[in-house]
């Protein structure tokens, strides 16, 4: 039974990763939405770049880890678009929100 | 110390793009990011500067998710405010250090930084505070 169970041990962990990816996708999915729903409502500007950045980054960031699950065979690219997509989007809400500033006197 | 990083992320970047870690294929890579040009002037960063800076960082991810949930569970926004976050490393801060800080400010959904003031002494960082909010 064991023996059957180790043989079979490749095959539980595709499944798994398949499992794993597919709630990591639809965890993205889901902080797409709720991060850029505010983004419809009156709020400031700075309080929408805060829902932005969760729905951008975060969002993102969870469904390449989905991705990364399910093609391994593509790590070193997605692990590229992973780091750039994380520094990208941070940094990019920085300079929108550091621009929208009026230039204070030192 | 801020070279060596350049280099190594230019390194780290060609290895990922060609995915080939051959002897030919990483001395092309190595003799690329030496040959591109760098910086010509740089702050002086000490290596355990920039590993606590870069710990902070990453350390930053779990504590963004954690933050994300409570900011989409929680909707009753109280107020946003302004306030002035003092740099650990007063004056003339390396741009890794200042790089790695704004970050590590703006990747968390409460908080973003608005810009690097003072001469360099204080970040001003724009905090979404909330009614339920504990800390």
Redesign the interface.
Known sequence: MSGALLADAPGVLAALAQGASAVLLGLGLLFWFAGSWPLLGRASYLTKLHYLGISDTLGSALMLLGLLLRFQREWPLLVLALLSLVVWNTIFGYVLAACSQPRRRP | MSRLIVIALRML?W???S?DPELLNVAIGLAVSLALPLPRRVRALSPGQFWRALGESVTALPQ??SQ?AR??LHRR?EE?VVHDEPARVGGRASSVLV?LD??RI??T??T????L???GRRY?V?E?VFEEKER
């Open positions: 970047i290895l990922l793009l995915a963004a998710y994300a900011l989409l926004l946003s790089f704004v970050f703006t990747l959904p409460f973003i930084a608005l810009g003031e003072g001469g001003r724009h979404l």
